[in-house]
T-cell receptor, first 111, second 111 residues
Framework: DAGITQSPRHKVTETGTPVTLRCHQTENHRYMYWYRQDPGHGLRLIHYSYGVKDTDKGEVSDGYSVSRSKTEDFLLTLESATSSQTSVYFC??????????FGQGTRLTVV | TQLLEQSPQFLSIQEGENLTVYCNSSSVFSSLQWYRQEPGEGPVLLVTVVTGGEVKKLKRLTFQFGDARKDSSLHITAAQPGDTGLYLCAGSIYNTDKLIFGTGTRLQVFP
């Protein structure tokens, strides 16, 4: 299995606070993705990266920012968390045109 | 707007029945993948189809990529309780690095 880990696995935070989720991969994959998963929506793309410091927006990027300062790390930040951002967040990585490997997810609750 | 629509959203069948899940889009994809997700885990790849009209078989699962590379289907023959799970299609939009997922089909197979 590809080495991809997410931290934290669970987090409860208050509305209006900043939150950062971390994704770390050990496969030297070029591409990394952040998704959120909500009932009835499958996985929706938030942001993705195609290299160090190269990122772009996905379908549901409002309220989220990302950074990729090293190949292995992709950070997702909620600048000011809202209840609508309560979700399960998944990170994925892949090499060119191959299988996407996923972390185990982060369950975020905004109260 | 979800670029990849799956149908049906839910499927509940008896062991031994056949079923087909559809994945449709108005966009062209350079490749299309099918994943299966278990509760509390990230999705795991089942198959990748690349060529328009391509058919791939994986034991009792048959995957087809549409001629125009805008749609795909997953057919399961003689479903078993172990097939229970969330099935997701995913596609790399042509000429982009985006990997987007469908809305998902939750399958339950009863013994």
């Amino acid at each position: 299995d590809a080495g991809i880990t997410q931290s934290p696995r669970h987090k409860v935070t208050e509305t209006g606070t900043p939150v950062t989720l971390r994704c770390h991969q050990t496969e030297n994959h070029r591409y990394m993705y952040w998704y959120r998963q909500d009932p009835g929506h499958g996985l929706r793309l938030i942001h993705y990266s195609y290299g160090v410091k190269d990122t772009d927006k996905g379908e549901v990027s409002d309220g989220y920012s990302v950074s990729r300062s090293k190949t292995e790390d992709f950070l997702l930040t909620l600048e000011s968390a809202t209840s609508s951002q309560t979700s399960v967040y998944f990170c994925a990585s892949l090499a060119d045109g191959t299988e996407a490997f996923f972390g185990q997810g982060t369950r975020l609750t905004v109260v | 707007t979800q670029l990849l629509e799956q149908s049906p959203q839910f499927l509940s069948i008896q062991e031994g029945e056949n079923l087909t899940v559809y994945c449709n889009s108005s966009s062209v994809f350079s490749s299309l993948q099918w994943y299966r997700q278990e509760p509390g885990e990230g999705p795991v790849l089942l198959v990748t189809v690349v060529t328009g009209g391509e058919v791939k078989k994986l034991k009792r699962l048959t995957f087809q990529f549409g001629d125009a590379r805008k749609d795909s289907s997953l057919h399961i023959t003689a479903a078993q309780p172990g097939d229970t799970g969330l099935y997701l299609c995913a596609g790399s939009i042509y000429n982009t690095d985006k990997l987007i997922f469908g809305t998902g089909t939750r399958l339950q197979v009863f013994p």
